[in-house]
Nanobody, 122 residues
């Protein structure tokens, strides 16, 4: 199977920066799209940013110009550099990846990380 492990969340003051990382492990042939989602209390999970295998990116309008998604294909890792953080960015951030892997046979499935808390507060 495949596991996604996130790191880098925490408490930061408004205007501050954080960098989230998400590493995929397992017997992986390839990873297609990778992305970050977030869910604030009482709200639905929303897409924050995605990056394709060919490094095309897409962002939620409210984070454009402040967040940057990138990936390291060799390390099976995706990053989210967050700057100019606002209290409304407070949420649990989840990593997502579409992975082609080996588990007795070749499969392609979506996987999720466990989530990492980002809190923006003074």
């Amino acid at each position: 199977q495949v596991q996604l492990v996130e790191s880098g969340g925490g408490l930061v003051q408004p205007g501050g920066s954080l960098r989230l990382s998400c590493a995929a492990s397992g017997v992986i042939f390839s990873i297609n799209a990778m992305g970050w989602y977030r869910q604030a209390p009482g709200k639905e999970r929303e897409l924050v940013a995605t990056v394709t295998k060919s490094n095309n990116t897409h962002y939620l309008d409210s984070v454009k110009g402040r967040f940057t998604i990138s990936r390291d294909t060799a390390l099976n890792t995706v990053y989210l550099q967050m700057g100019g953080l606002k209290p409304e960015d407070t949420a649990v951030y989840y990593c997502n990846a579409q992975v082609t892997y080996f588990s007795g046979a070749r499969f392609t499935d979506d996987f999720w990380g466990q989530g990492t808390q980002v809190t923006v507060s003074s």
